[in-house]
């Protein structure tokens, strides 16, 4: 019980709050989101961490929505369970209205490749070009 004691006054400690988002100040990675590091060594992202913390554990397969869209934001109550299929952010929903990829390719069906694990699609001419640079095979820049 001290350890969690000892954790919960850590994490305290690293969150500033606003009146509206509770904002964690320790180490981040890629994106913003906040973690930190249990004795174990395992890296706990915090926004899970003080979502169990208040709310109880997240279901296997769930992942977790900031309402705010602030990725350092720790407030329990701007954090609701969703799934890659449904979480508003997902690539395949955050981006079915473009047309064409951020190079100018139009998504046709000849031209889209789609991720069997995610939904998300991408550009089968960026990717070829990407992997002749890659490979050596041309020198041309991605356009």
């Known amino acids: 019980m ?5 954790l919960n006054a850590f994490f305290d400690s690293r969150v500033i709050k606003t009146a509206y988002c509770w904002f964690w100040t320790g180490s981040t990675v890629n994106g913003g989101y906040g973690y930190l590091t ?3 060594g395992r890296r706990i992202r915090a926004h899970r961490y003080n979502y169990e913390r208040y709310k109880g554990s997240i ?6 929505h900031h309402i705010c869209c ?5 407030n329990p109550d701007h954090l609701v369970l969703s799934t890659r299929g449904t979480h508003p952010d997902a690539a395949y929903s955050k981006n079915s ?7 100018g390719h139009e998504y046709t069906p000849e031209n889209t490749y789609i991720n069997r694990l995610t939904g998300a699609r991408s ?3 960026c ?3 990407a992997h002749s640079v890659q490979t050596g095979l041309t ?4 356009i």
């Open 2 to 6: 001290a350890e969690v004691e000892n």
């Open 38 to 40: 249990v004795e174990s």
């Open 59 to 64: 279901p296997k397969g769930a992942i977790l």
């Open 70 to 74: 602030h990725p350092s934001c720790v």
């Open 97 to 103: 209205a473009k047309t064409c990829c951020k190079r």
């Open 123 to 125: 550009c089968k001419k």
């Open 127 to 129: 990717r070829d070009l």
């Open 139 to 142: 020198k041309t820049k991605l």
